[in-house]
């Protein structure tokens, strides 16, 4: 007979299982009924073995070929911390799959074949502090597909297909602090697409196609303290891109970075560790910081010459004991010199006679370039600049009036940006079927020919922004199969281009932001069946036809601010609806009837209603927005009554600022609702003037009203949880927060506040 360890049995006695009694063992498995594992490794396992033993703790699956992981594979094995799949064949995870595995502290998915994360996929883990999903497919991330994942540390998604990250795609990490995302295909960042990250300490995006710093997009991270941008492909940082308050190591090294502005992180007066190895850099000027913290700045790998050019920055190395790395690459006596080794004295320029001279001495001494085969010779048109390893080709602002030929075949990235083309003639990209980005902003086009990307059939990103368009034909996609991002802002559309879309079956998102278009007609979307994003702020939309948005229903982001519009479109919502977000800000709607958006109710998750003169809300006007409402934003209207919140028991945001609410009997729901939620909620009284400025909750008008008993806060002693000593953002997004307190209620944890939409002020007092 055997002793069980001091730690198995209180585990035992904390689960509620008196006595373990021995399991069976799934055939082919082995199981220790000691440490509670069961590992069935590399046995061609095409399900979950359903005879594990309930008690399980640590579970290894990896190396089989399952296929599908069903809902509630795991429902017969609840007690488990650790789970392992790597290799083993899985190419779906439906919802609801782990929803059993509460204490499941660590999973691991590596090198599977997931393609998409769904919203619910991860839905159960309310325990998880390590999700590894490295070396899978994945393309497409959901967003809410981690928002069950409160506790979550770590967050490890690389070697995936990533090329695009959308606005809240890690909602409800409140605890995350190792984000890895390298050896993707990410191009482009949206700006809320981080927020809500509020304890996140490292971000790694190396290894991705990032050509700009994304710097909206990394403001929204105040707690990041290292982020990796290595190998990626940008070529320049202007001033004060680097906007980071705590950020104390920077990877830029292994970029094409030829300009890096004196600026550049100017606003990151934490940085300690900069790395600019291995760029195109030629001369650096001293760094403008706000205060002296960088310690080192790694310039190896990088052709600069030592003259005259650099000693402003060797003597501000040595005032400011910056340590630089890296070596001169001319000239020849200083060849190799390391920078640190150099004294200024010695930076010296000479004539530009000789100057050339010893440039052309060096260049004699470098070993010549290794000469490549008549038959590979690459391919590059006059004008352009064409990267081999990185597979990137720029004709930028080198006034083009005709599109280049003759571009290698395995060009990926495509930059023609600031030419003056006019018009795009049909075939005017031959032989380029790899080319995943293509660049035109600013191209002053104003034709687009039917066929004009036939053969680009690679093609991901097509930025046709800033131009003179018009309309477009319904074939001039034509050839396009793989298109997903479609950038058209800034055009001079005043007609929505319908039917140009046919032939796009895999569109994601639709960018027609900036343009003039008037009204959207029905079947406006055709063609564009998987659409998921639509952006038609600033335009001039005053009507929206009924079914409007019926072909794409799987679309989840609507972007209707700063239009014209005078109502809620209602009836233009698709019938079976997956749109989480709707935005209606800055429009002329002042009225909201009953059941406005019950169409999207079901699914809906941010509304934005704010900043349009909004008078009155029906007080059916939210009808059916339940628990699945997390954000709600209604400031900067002429509100003086709203409607009952409490069915929106999900709320994590909202924000009744600047609005004249009447202060008075009517308003007495929206008091007794103030006293139910842990929600910061800015409203205030804007009559009678007697109370204009005061928080509706500081009030005591109420207690006169006909009916009302005493308020909680006034007659009540209740245990609030400690309020934190550190200033928090007046909208708060922190899951289950509307508790009804019927009694006296426990206090909460702290936990650290996250904003789906940035405050429109600072330093403001919230209710």
Same mark, same amino acid.
Request: aromatic residues 6%.
């Given at each position: 007979?055997?002793?069980?360890?001091?730690?198995?049995?209180?585990?035992?006695?904390?689960?509620?299982?008196?006595?373990?009694?021995?399991?069976?063992?799934?055939?082919?498995?082995?199981?220790?009924?000691?440490?509670?594992?069961?590992?069935?490794?590399?046995?061609?396992?095409?399900?979950?073995?359903?005879?594990?033993?309930?008690?399980?703790?640590?579970?290894?699956?990896?190396?089989?070929?399952?296929?599908?992981?069903?809902?509630?594979?795991?429902?017969?094995?609840?007690?488990?911390?650790?789970?392992?799949?790597?290799?083993?064949?899985?190419?779906?995870?439906?919802?609801?799959?782990?929803?059993?595995?509460?204490?499941?502290?660590?999973?691991?998915?590596?090198?599977?074949?997931?393609?998409?994360?769904?919203?619910?996929?991860?839905?159960?883990?309310?325990?998880?502090?390590?999700?590894?999903?490295?070396?899978?497919?994945?393309?497409?991330?959901?967003?809410?597909?981690?928002?069950? !994942?409160?506790?979550?540390?770590?967050?490890?998604?690389?070697?995936?297909?990533?090329?695009?990250?959308?606005?809240?795609?890690?909602?409800?990490?409140?605890?995350?602090?190792?984000?890895?995302?390298?050896?993707?295909?990410?191009?482009?960042?949206?700006?809320?697409?981080?927020?809500?990250?509020?304890?996140?300490?490292?971000?790694?995006?190396?290894?991705?196609?990032?050509?700009?710093?994304?710097?909206?997009?990394?403001?929204?991270?105040?707690?990041?303290?290292?982020?990796?941008?290595?190998?990626?492909?940008?070529?320049?940082?202007?001033?004060?891109?680097?906007?980071?308050?705590?950020?104390?190591?920077?990877?830029?090294?292994?970029?094409?970075?030829?300009?890096?502005?004196?600026?550049?992180?100017?606003?990151?007066?934490?940085?300690?560790?900069?790395?600019?190895?291995?760029?195109?850099?030629?001369?650096?000027?001293?760094?403008?910081?706000?205060?002296?913290?960088?310690?080192?700045?790694?310039?190896?790998?990088?052709?600069?010459?030592?003259?005259?050019?650099?000693?402003?920055?060797?003597?501000?190395?040595?005032?400011?004991?910056?340590?630089?790395?890296?070596?001169?690459?001319?000239?020849?006596?200083?060849?190799?010199?390391?920078?640190?080794?150099?004294?200024?004295?010695?930076?010296?320029?000479?004539?530009?006679?000789?100057?050339?001279?010893?440039?052309?001495?060096?260049?004699?001494?470098?070993?010549?370039?290794?000469?490549?085969?008549?038959?590979?010779?690459?391919?590059?048109?006059?004008?352009?600049?064409?990267?081999?390893?990185?597979?990137?080709?720029?004709?930028?602002?080198?006034?083009?009036?005709?599109?280049?030929?003759?571009?290698?075949?395995?060009?990926?990235?495509?930059?023609?940006?600031?030419?003056?083309?006019?018009?795009?003639?049909?075939?005017?990209?031959?032989?380029?079927?790899?080319?995943?980005?293509?660049?035109?902003?600013?191209?002053?086009?104003?034709?687009?020919?039917?066929?004009?990307?036939?053969?680009?059939?690679?093609?991901?990103?097509?930025?046709?922004?800033?131009?003179?368009?018009?309309?477009?034909?319904?074939?001039?996609?034509?050839?396009?199969?793989?298109?997903?991002?479609?950038?058209?802002?800034?055009?001079?559309?005043?007609?929505?281009?319908?039917?140009?879309?046919?032939?796009?079956?895999?569109?994601?998102?639709?960018?027609?932001?900036?343009?003039?278009?008037?009204?959207?007609?029905?079947?406006?979307?055709?063609?564009?069946?998987?659409?998921?994003?639509?952006?038609?702020?600033?335009?001039?939309?005053?009507?929206?036809?009924?079914?409007?948005?019926?072909?794409?229903?799987?679309?989840?982001?609507?972007?209707?601010?700063?239009?014209?519009?005078?109502?809620?479109?209602?009836?233009?919502?698709?019938?079976?609806?997956?749109?989480?977000?709707?935005?209606?800000?800055?429009?002329?709607?002042?009225?909201?009837?009953?059941?406005?958006?019950?169409?999207?109710?079901?699914?809906?998750?941010?509304?934005?209603?704010?900043?349009?003169?909004?008078?009155?809300?029906?007080?059916?006007?939210?009808?059916?927005?339940?628990?699945?409402?997390?954000?709600?934003?209604?400031?900067?209207?002429?509100?003086?009554?709203?409607?009952?919140?409490?069915?929106?028991?999900?709320?994590?945001?909202?924000?009744?600022?600047?609005?004249?609410?009447?202060?008075?009997?009517?308003?007495?729901? !929206?008091?007794?609702?103030?006293?139910?939620?842990?929600?910061?909620?800015?409203?205030?009284?804007?009559?009678?003037?007697?109370?204009?400025?005061?928080?509706?909750?500081?009030?005591?008008?109420?207690?006169?009203?006909?009916?009302?008993?005493?308020?909680?806060?006034?007659?009540?002693?209740?245990?609030?949880?400690?309020?934190?000593?550190?200033?928090?953002?007046?909208?708060?997004?922190?899951?289950?927060?509307?508790?009804?307190?019927?009694?006296?209620?426990?206090?909460?944890?702290?936990?650290?506040?996250?904003?789906?939409?940035?405050?429109?002020?600072?330093?403001?007092?919230?209710?």
């Amino acid at each position: 007979m055997f002793l069980l360890p001091t730690w198995t049995v209180m585990l035992l006695f904390f689960l509620g299982i008196r006595e373990a009694k021995p399991g069976r063992c799934p055939k082919f498995c082995m199981c220790d009924s000691i440490q509670l594992t069961v590992a069935c490794v590399k046995k061609n396992l095409t399900e979950i073995p359903p005879t594990i033993d309930e008690i399980t703790v640590k579970l290894d699956l990896r190396g089989n070929n399952i296929q599908e992981l069903p809902t509630g594979a795991f429902k017969h094995t609840p007690y488990l911390t650790h789970l392992s799949l790597q290799r083993a064949g899985i190419r779906k995870v439906r919802e609801g799959a782990f929803r059993s595995l509460g204490r499941l502290v660590f999973l691991n998915l590596a090198y599977n074949d997931i393609d998409i994360l769904y919203q619910e996929s991860f839905d159960g883990l309310s325990s998880l502090k390590q999700l590894i999903i490295d070396h899978n497919r994945i393309e497409e991330i959901q967003p809410g597909a981690f928002s069950q !994942l409160g506790f979550l540390n770590l967050l490890s998604i690389t070697h995936n297909q990533l090329v695009y990250l959308p606005n809240m795609a890690f909602q409800g990490l409140q605890n995350i602090k190792w984000l890895r995302l390298s050896h993707n295909a990410l191009n482009y960042i949206d700006t809320e697409a981080f927020a809500g990250l509020f304890t996140l300490n490292r971000l790694s995006l190396d290894n991705n196609e990032l050509q700009f710093f994304p710097t909206e997009t990394m403001t929204r991270l105040p707690e990041v303290t290292r982020l990796d941008l290595s190998y990626n492909p940008m070529t320049y940082l202007g001033e004060e891109v680097v906007s980071m308050a705590k950020l104390t190591h920077l990877f830029l090294d292994h970029n094409s970075l030829q300009d890096f502005s004196s600026a550049a992180v100017l606003l990151s007066p934490k940085l300690t560790h900069l790395d600019l190895s291995h760029n195109q850099l030629r001369v650096l000027q001293p760094l403008a910081l706000g205060s002296p913290k960088l310690t080192r700045l790694n310039l190896a790998g990088n052709p600069i010459y030592c003259s005259c050019y650099l000693r402003p920055l060797r003597e501000w190395a040595m005032q400011e004991r910056v340590r630089l790395g890296g070596t001169c690459s001319g000239p020849p006596h200083l060849s190799d010199e390391s920078f640190d080794a150099v004294q200024p004295a010695d930076l010296r320029c000479q004539s530009q006679e000789a100057m050339l001279k010893a440039e052309l001495e060096e260049q004699r001494r470098l070993p010549p370039p290794p000469t490549t085969p008549p038959g590979d010779k690459v391919k590059c048109p006059d004008n352009c600049v064409c990267e081999t390893e990185n597979h990137h080709a720029s004709c930028e602002k080198q006034g083009h009036t005709k599109v280049p030929r003759g571009f290698s075949p395995d060009t990926r990235l495509l930059d023609l940006r600031d030419n003056h083309f006019h018009y795009i003639a049909s075939n005017s990209f031959p032989g380029l079927p790899e080319v995943v980005s293509l660049h035109l902003q600013r191209c002053k086009i104003h034709e687009l020919e039917v066929g004009a990307f036939n053969g680009m059939k690679g093609l991901v990103y097509l930025y046709l922004s800033e131009n003179h368009l018009t309309s477009l034909s319904p074939d001039v996609f034509k050839g396009l199969p793989q298109l997903t991002y479609l950038h058209l802002e800034k055009n001079q559309f005043k007609q929505f281009p319908k039917g140009a879309f046919t032939l796009l079956p895999g569109l994601l998102a639709l960018h027609l932001e900036d343009n003039a278009i008037t009204k959207l007609e029905t079947g406006i979307l055709t063609g564009a069946e998987k659409l998921r994003s639509v952006f038609l702020t600033k335009n001039n939309i005053t009507n929206i036809a009924p079914r409007a948005f019926d072909p794409a229903p799987d679309l989840a982001s609507l972007h209707l601010g700063n239009n014209k519009l005078k109502e809620v479109p209602t009836n233009a919502f698709p019938k079976t609806s997956s749109l989480t977000e709707l935005y209606l800000s800055h429009n002329r709607i002042r009225w909201i009837g009953a059941e406005a958006f019950l169409p999207i109710a079901t699914s809906l998750k941010h509304l934005y209603l704010n900043n349009m003169s909004l008078e009155k809300m029906s007080k059916d006007s939210l009808a059916g927005l339940g628990s699945g409402l997390q954000s709600l934003l209604l400031e900067g209207n002429h509100l003086e009554d709203v409607p009952d919140f409490s069915p929106l028991t999900g709320l994590e945001v909202i924000n009744l600022a600047e609005n004249p609410l009447l202060c008075d009997c009517p308003l007495l729901p !929206l008091r007794k609702w103030l006293e139910r939620v842990n929600l910061k909620v800015r409203a205030k009284c804007g009559h009678p003037p007697e109370l204009k400025g005061q928080r509706v909750k500081d009030i005591h008008v109420f207690k006169s009203c006909p009916g009302q008993g005493p308020l909680l806060s006034q007659n009540l002693k209740i245990s609030k949880a400690p309020k934190s000593t550190k200033s928090k953002p007046a909208l708060v997004n922190a899951p289950k927060v509307i508790k009804t307190t019927k009694a006296k209620p426990k206090p909460r944890k702290n936990s650290k506040s996250h904003l789906a939409q940035k405050p429109s002020t600072k330093n403001q007092k919230a209710v």
